[in-house]
């Protein structure tokens, strides 16, 4: 499958995609993990994304771009995909459908997961992430603990709290999505391809998303 996820920090976007690639083998691209990867690598990229991500700021469209013309092209891609942090902005949106067009690859849906704000701000103060660059697993500390407080199930890394979710940061982060997210669903209205389903467990969107492929 080839998706687009939409939806705000917190909508449970990883954790549908997570859930998406064990049907097909469709790999998840989150936009996040990548930029989080670049700068514990301390790569260039990873220099010019840290301040942006810290203060809960969208980091520059161009940037983005670069990584995901790059990333799109992977043989991994060949059998589907779930964009998950991606596009998140009305530019990207639109440079991105000139770039499948360019690579002759057709979205299925864009799917709008749609949850109310008060179970949004509680999830993410309460969100934590193993600190591993390549596990990145994500925990809740009141709805999804990991066995052994603060270690992470998969891989045995401490499991933190992101330096983008003080609270301070989280009402940025949700200020910055309904004034340049929130616009992209609109986007794909117009396109013909958007597909909202509201529900805050992980199961009934992934339901809803299955139902929709006819999978
Ligand atoms: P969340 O969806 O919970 O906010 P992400 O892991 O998707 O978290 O993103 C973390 C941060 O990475 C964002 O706050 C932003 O600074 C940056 N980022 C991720 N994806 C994009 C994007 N497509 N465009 C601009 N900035 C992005
Ligand atoms: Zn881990």
């Known amino acids: 499958m080839k998706l687009i996820l939409l939806g705000a920090p917190g909508a449970g976007k990883g954790t549908v995609a997570k859930q998406l690639t064990k049907i097909d083998g469709s790999v998840q691209i989150s936009t996040g993990d990548i930029l989080r990867g670049a700068v514990r690598a ?4 990873g220099k010019e994304a840290d301040g ?11 940037l983005i ?17 779930l964009l998950d942090g991606f596009p998140r902005t009305i530019p990207q949106a639109e440079e991105l459908t000139v770039l499948l067009e360019k690579l002759g690859i057709k979205l299925d849906m864009a799917v709008n997961i749609d949850v109310p704000r008060d179970v949004i701000f509680d999830r993410l103060c309460t969100r934590r992430t193993c600190e591993n660059p390549d596990c990145q697993e994500i925990y ?4 999804m603990p990991p066995k052994k407080e603060g270690i992470c199930d998969k891989c045995g890394s401490p499991i933190v709290q992101r ?17 340049k997210t929130a616009p992209v ?3 794909y209205e117009k396109a013909g391809l958007l597909k909202t389903i509201t529900g805050t467990s992980s199961d009934i969107v992934v339901a809803g998303v299955k139902k929709e492929l006819g999978i």
């Open 65 to 81: 771009m670069g990584i995901m013309e790059e990333r799109l092209q992977e043989d991994d891609c060949k059998s589907g995909f």
């Open 52 to 62: 942006y991500m810290t203060r809960g700021d969208l980091v520059p469209d161009s």
């Open 42 to 45: 301390g790569t260039d990229l």
């Open 185 to 187: 669903a609109g986007f």
């Open 163 to 179: 330096a983008d979710e003080t609270e301070e940061a989280i009402g940025h982060r949700l200020d910055t999505y309904n004034e």
């Open 140 to 143: 809740n500390i009141k709805s």
